[in-house]
Structure formats: C-alpha cells, structure tokens
C-alpha cells in the first residue's frame, strides 16, 4: 500500500492526522486487507478509500495446505499476471513467513525449480511486504493461534540482487509504527553476492544473515550454482572475516545435501576445513538441508548418511543443525518455489 498517496488522501479529505495512525495500526499489525472491515473511520471514507487505494499489490490468490497443516503456500497473482509464491510455516512458538523478492531468478542454480525459471523481474518492495500482509490476515480470518514472529528471505529470487527494494522493505517491516518486527527476528538467505552482502551488514548489522554454499568443493560447487564462478569459496571465507569484524554474530552456512554429489565423508572433511580456515569458526554455524526433490537427476541423501554426516561434523566441533523441512507435500519446501500456472 502506498502510506503516502493515503496520507494525501486523507489531508484531502480533511481527516485528523490521527485517523491515518488507526488505520496503519488496523492494517500493519492488525491484519486487515480492506478499508471496508476498519471500523474506527466513517462508512464515507471507506468506500472512498477502498475505491482509490489497494492495500494489497495482487489480485487472485490461491493456497494451498500441507498434509500436517503446519505450512501453507500461497500462489499470488502479480498486477502484470505473474505469479510468485510465498509460504507460512509453523514453528513452536509462532509463524514463519517465507517471503519472495523476484520473479525467477537469475541464479540458475541446476537443482532449484525457481532458477530453473529464469529471470522475470523483480518484485518492488510493496508487493514483498504485501506477502506478509497476505498471510498475517490469513491468520485472522482462519482463526489461527499464534503470530508470525519470524521473517525469511529465503523465497523467490536472490534478494541481494534487488537490493534496493528488498531494503525498502525491511525499513517498513522493522518500523515500530508499521510491522514492528525485531531485527533479529528476520533472516536472509544469499547464494553469495559479496558486494551486496557487505552494503547488507553495513546497513543492518543485526539482521540474521545466511550463505547457501551448498558444498565445499570449488568444482562441485561451480557445476551446482554457476554463481560461485564469480564468487568463490575463498571470496566467501574472506567475507565471513569482515563480517565477524564487523558484527562480531553467529552466521550461518546453509549445505543441501544431494545423493551421491556432497554426502560423502570426503565432502564432510572439505567442509570442516572451509569452517576451520576462517577467523572465527565459532561463529560459524552449519544447517544442514535435505534436498527437496524438484529437478530430475537430483536426489536427497539417505537419512543414513545424514545422520553419518551430522554426526561427524559435530565430532569436529563444528556447531551444525539439521534443517526441519516444511511444505515438501505441496512444493512448499526449501528450492520448490516456482510460481508458474
């Protein structure tokens, strides 16, 4: 929604400035999508706004629930009739919201449905923050215990390569008089843009920050995410020294674990010495992903070499989780995200 085109409206209208604060609360941290349902201003005005100004920046949508129903995937109609996909997962204490920043992605990573789309174009930041307006009135309307208390980058698209937006975005979702969320209770993912990934932290140095490095191999690597070609495993460990430096936080090293590609012990080994070499490998911590089957000739590892390799990291002292997977059953999970008709 636009806050400036209905703040001028509102002027216009000549309502109290304090109207324009109920119905950013109503919205923002209520959950309302329709001018129709803020009962706080007159009948009058809310047609009139209802008519001129669109809280959401999407037309259809349709969602989609998971055998558990602990995670839901949206399909959302853009303006320009494409189509993004976003996720609510649930956790123990609240939601997750698994936010899109593009259409497509021009990553091209061979195991991920959303690079294998290509890229479309990217969202601006009123249709990423409208992703979450989308799902915090899905919550209200479907009765849902809980709040979404967590944000993840980690749909659609590369979000450091529409940097400008996705900023533009977080200002309005860690706003206290928009969404309010915490700092710390947002995550993004990158596949390793340094460039951006250093403007990221020096512009919010407490927002939770993830590498996809899928393996520690350099060649391995380069065949799986042609991205790596420009920026290396090195160029990523120099990073990661900057970033201690600078921030002196836990950041995490995100690893997919393919059948027969990097579950082996040797990949293991590779990977430990890629924690080891940097400053502070302390800081360092490892989730471990589960290939989310999207693309042919691609497998995930047995959940025997999971546990082997799980198992063998936390032997070396390194700090290392197992990613839960959420949504798999509608292609909700982690590389699923396609957003095609």
């Known amino acids: 929604m636009n806050i400036k085109e209905l703040k001028n409206l509102l002027e216009e209208e000549k309502v109290p400035a304090y109207r324009l604060k109920q119905i950013l609360k109503a919205i923002y941290q209520d959950g309302i999508v329709s001018f129709q349902e803020i009962s706080t201003i007159s009948k009058d005005l809310r047609e009139k706004l209802d008519k001129q100004i669109n809280i959401l920046s999407f037309g259809k949508s349709e969602v989609l629930v998971s055998k558990k129903k602990d995670a839901f995937k949206a399909k959302l109609e853009l303006n320009d009739g494409y189509l993004i996909e976003t996720v609510l997962m649930k956790q123990k204490k609240?939601?997750?919201v698994c936010v899109s920043s593009q259409v497509g992605c021009a990553g091209a990573c061979v195991f991920c449905a959303t690079g294998k789309m290509g890229f479309k174009r990217n969202l601006n930041h009123e249709e990423i923050i409208s992703q979450v307006l989308f799902w915090k009135n899905f919550l209200l309307k479907n009765n849902l215990e809980k709040e979404i208390t967590n944000l993840v980058f980690m749909g659609m698209g590369e979000p450091l390569l529409n940097y400008e937006e996705v900023k533009k975005s977080i200002l309005k979702l860690t706003d206290s008089d928009l969404f309010a969320f915490g700092s710390r209770h947002i995550s993004l993912s990158s596949s390793g843009i340094i460039p951006f990934?250093?403007?990221?932290?020096?512009?919010?140095?407490?927002?939770?920050?993830?590498?996809?490095?899928?393996?520690?191999?350099?060649?391995?690597?380069?065949?799986?995410?042609?991205?790596?070609?420009?920026?290396?495993?090195?160029?990523?460990?120099?990073?990661l020294d900057f970033y201690f430096e600078r921030c002196n936080r836990k950041i995490f090293l995100e690893y997919v674990l393919f059948k027969d590609i990097n579950d082996s012990r040797d990949d293991a080994k590779k990977l430990i010495s890629f924690v080891k070499s940097c400053s502070r490998s302390d800081l360092l911590h490892v989730n471990l992903i589960l290939y989310n089957k999207t693309i042919n000739n691609f497998y995930p590892t047995s959940q025997e070499n999971i546990k082997s390799f799980q198992k063998y990291l936390e032997e070396n002292k390194i700090s290392v989780t197992l990613r839960r997977s959420l949504g798999d059953d509608i292609d909700g999970a982690c590389g699923q995200l396609a957003g095609e008709k």
């Open 197 to 239: 990934m250093k403007r990221f932290v020096d512009d919010f140095p407490q927002i939770n920050l993830a590498i996809s490095i899928i393996c520690a191999d350099e060649n391995k690597r380069a065949e799986l995410m042609p991205i790596s070609k420009k920026y290396s495993l090195e160029d990523i460990r120099i990073f």
């Open 94 to 96: 609240g939601w997750s």
